[in-house]
Nanobody
Framework: QVQLVESGGGLVQAGGSLRLSCAASGHTASNFGWGWFRQSPGKEREFLATVRSSGDRPYYADPVKGRFTISRDNDKNSVYLQMNSLKPEDTAIYYC????????????????WGQGTQVTVSS
């Protein structure tokens, strides 16, 4: 069983930056995939980025490509999401997730989820 805890959310002005962290407890194998998603009120959960446990081959959704960076720290068993040039439309609850099937853009392929952290971007 894997438990995930996100942190780092908060209120930031448009154009600002935030770094989200997600710490995992429990065994996460080297072939696991790690992902970040977000959900805004009234909208479906949206894929943002995914990366292998090794930290290579990151993949990003178009809305965040070039602004967000996903990274891994194996020693801390954590994944991070560096968010730059934030926009009001980035306001959402952000979730990290782990898939025992590797990287994926589909939330249905993720087996473990964190509780989410709120990010609010003011204009």
């Amino acid at each position: 069983q894997v438990q995930l805890v996100e942190s780092g959310g908060g209120l930031v002005q448009a154009g600002g930056s935030l770094r989200l962290s997600c710490a995992a407890s429990g065994h996460t194998a080297s072939n696991f995939g790690w992902g970040w998603f977000r959900q805004s009120p009234g909208k479906e959960r949206e894929f943002l980025a995914t990366v292998r446990s090794s930290g290579d081959r990151p993949y990003y959704a178009d809305p965040v490509k070039g602004r967000f960076t996903i990274s891994r720290d194996n020693d801390k068993n954590s994944v991070y999401l560096q968010m730059n040039s934030l926009k009001p439309e980035d306001t959402a609850i952000y979730y990290c997730a782990v898939s025992s099937w590797g990287t994926s853009r589909s939330e249905g392929n993720y087996h473990y989820w964190g509780q989410g952290t709120q990010v609010t971007v003011s204009s």
